[in-house]
């Protein structure tokens, strides 16, 4: 297996951060060190948790944990959609979009922590 640059879920991840970042541009200054912060981060830390795990997928309870945090940080991630859309800064157009691939990256990163033997072929089972 190659990189974890290779995986679906980081992709999808990465391409949806990136999106992200580039719709949270038209946020109010005001939201600078909050929302749009947040949400950034949030979307980011979804990337950088999927190859944290991916890097330490020899120790199958290391890399559930790292990738659950990826999970998590998704979760994150569709909180702040969730305000970005109250507050009238994304359209529902947007809001509908970025959520649906947040999903589908959320049902990505499940099978990881679901099948981490996937992902190396020889995990080593340490608790």
Not at 33 to 46: A, D, M, P
Not at 51 to 77: L, P, Q, W
Not at 84 to 113: P, Q, W
């Amino acid at each position: 297996m190659g990189s974890f640059k290779d995986l679906t879920a980081y992709k999808k991840a990465f391409s949806l951060s990136m999106d992200i970042f580039k719709e949270s541009k038209n946020f109010p200054d005001d939201e600078k060190f909050g929302l749009t912060n947040q949400i950034r981060k949030s979307s980011r830390s979804v990337c950088s948790n999927i190859g944290e795990g991916y890097r330490k997928r020899i120790y199958s309870a290391h890399f559930t944990s790292k990738v659950s945090d990826a999970d998590m940080e998704n979760s994150e991630t569709q909180v702040w959609l969730d305000f970005s859309l109250a507050c009238e800064y994304i359209t529902k157009k947007t809001y509908d979009e970025f959520t649906s691939r947040s999903e589908e990256i959320g049902r990505l990163i499940n099978h990881m922590v679901e099948n981490p033997e996937n992902y190396k072929g020889k995990l080593i089972n340490k608790n």
